[in-house]
């Protein structure tokens, strides 16, 4: 029922012609609710919830909606929620502290886990806002994951990963910008099964490297297209999507989007819709 309440209200959004303007005052309060699925599948979808609380108030008069937590270049910390099919759950903490030059560190946990299966992830990052409206950074996540495969086999794996980035939005005349994104990942991994039928534990362990490009473009500053690119050792991902962010009122609005992934080649599209609250 929910969900056709979200379809409603987003068909609303974008077919009137006729509506009141929202106010867009400055926040501190950032709060979210959307489903997201395929298309294919689209009752299979997943629930998520976040909620973001910023230091100092986040001007959002004259940016990017989606973008305006990250122009604000101010301290802040999060929490998200995401419910799988079946018994699968995910959640996590962040935060950021940005100081007074600039420079800035972060902090991360996140947890994955269903009955038979448990993954732990903690991550931590320093960078650095080189002007207004950029930043670059190098990060570390370090994931432990364990899985009870049956008749007593355990497997667990050990993952660690150094990430470089940067990432630049660029004002445009014609129309509200570019957000640029690039990040260099690195990963060094470990695999184990022990206590299986065979009588014999096994191991291997695996590195890998990847490069991640993203660009949105955004038309106006509720609507961006935009396309992202990596290249990794045995594919190269790439797709598209496209988002709309409505204001519905002063404190509320309603978000759109739709993506499209070419390679790995999937049928549909994924959709979310979902509910913001700023305040």
Same mark, same amino acid.
Do not use: C
């Given at each position: 029922?929910?969900?056709?309440?979200?379809?409603?209200?987003?068909?609303?959004?974008?077919?009137?012609?006729?509506?009141?303007?929202?106010?867009?005052?400055?926040?501190?309060?950032?709060?979210?609710? !959307?489903?997201?699925?395929?298309?294919?599948?689209?009752?299979?979808?997943? #629930?998520?919830?976040?909620?973001?609380?910023?230091?100092?108030?986040?001007?959002?008069?004259?940016?990017?909606?989606?973008?305006?937590?990250?122009?604000?270049?101010?301290?802040?910390?999060?929490?998200?929620?995401?419910?799988?099919?079946?018994?699968?759950?995910?959640?996590?903490?962040?935060?950021?502290?940005?100081?007074?030059?600039?420079?800035?560190?972060?902090?991360?946990?996140?947890?994955?886990? *269903?009955?038979?299966?448990?993954?732990?992830?903690?991550?931590?990052?320093?960078?650095?806002?080189?002007?207004?409206?950029?930043?670059?950074?190098?990060?570390?996540?370090?994931?432990?994951?364990?899985?009870?495969?049956?008749?007593?086999?355990?497997?667990?794996?050990?993952?660690?990963?150094?990430?470089?980035?940067?990432?630049?939005?660029?004002?445009?005349?014609?129309? *509200?910008?570019?957000?640029?994104?690039?990040?260099?990942?690195?990963?060094?991994?470990?695999?184990?099964?022990?206590?299986?039928?065979?009588?014999?534990?096994?191991?291997?362990?695996?590195?890998?490297? *990847?490069?991640?490009?993203?660009?949105? #473009?955004?038309?106006?500053?509720?609507?961006?297209?935009?396309?992202?690119?990596?290249?990794? !050792?045995?594919?190269?991902?790439?797709?598209?999507?496209?988002?709309?962010?409505?204001?519905?009122?002063?404190?509320?609005?309603?978000?759109?989007?739709?993506s499209k992934s070419f390679e790995p080649?999937?049928?549909?599209?994924?959709?979310?819709?979902?509910?913001?609250?700023?305040?």
């Amino acid at each position: 029922m929910l969900i056709n309440r979200l379809n409603l209200t987003l068909l609303f959004a974008l077919t009137s012609t006729t509506t009141l303007a929202a106010t867009d005052n400055p926040y501190q309060h950032d709060a979210s609710l !959307e489903y997201v699925g395929s298309s294919e599948a689209f009752d299979d979808g997943t #629930w998520n919830t976040n909620y973001r609380y910023y230091f100092t108030p986040v001007s959002q008069d004259t940016v990017p909606y989606a973008l305006s937590g990250f122009l604000a270049q101010t301290s802040n910390i999060g929490a998200n929620y995401a419910g799988f099919e079946g018994d699968l759950d995910a959640y996590g903490v962040n935060g950021q502290y940005v100081f007074a030059s600039k420079w800035f560190i972060g902090a991360n946990y996140q947890n994955l886990s *269903a009955d038979l299966f448990d993954s732990d992830t903690y991550g931590a990052s320093v960078g650095y806002y080189f002007n207004s409206t950029s930043s670059v950074y190098l990060g570390y996540s370090s994931t432990n994951q364990d899985q009870d495969i049956g008749f007593g086999a355990k497997a667990s794996a050990d993952l660690d990963t150094f990430n470089l980035g940067i990432r630049s939005f660029l004002p445009l005349q014609t129309t *509200a910008g570019v957000d640029l994104t690039a990040q260099l990942f690195f990963s060094e991994s470990d695999y184990s099964l022990k206590n299986t039928p065979y009588g014999a534990d096994m191991s291997d362990s695996n590195n890998t490297t *990847a490069l991640m490009l993203a660009a949105d #473009w955004y038309l106006t500053r509720a609507w961006s297209v935009g396309a992202n690119y990596s290249v990794q !050792e045995d594919t190269d991902p790439y797709g598209i999507s496209t988002a709309y962010h409505w204001r519905l009122t002063d404190s509320f609005s309603a978000i759109a989007r739709v993506s499209k992934s070419f390679e790995p080649d999937e049928d549909g599209v994924f959709l979310s819709l979902g509910i913001n609250g700023r305040f």
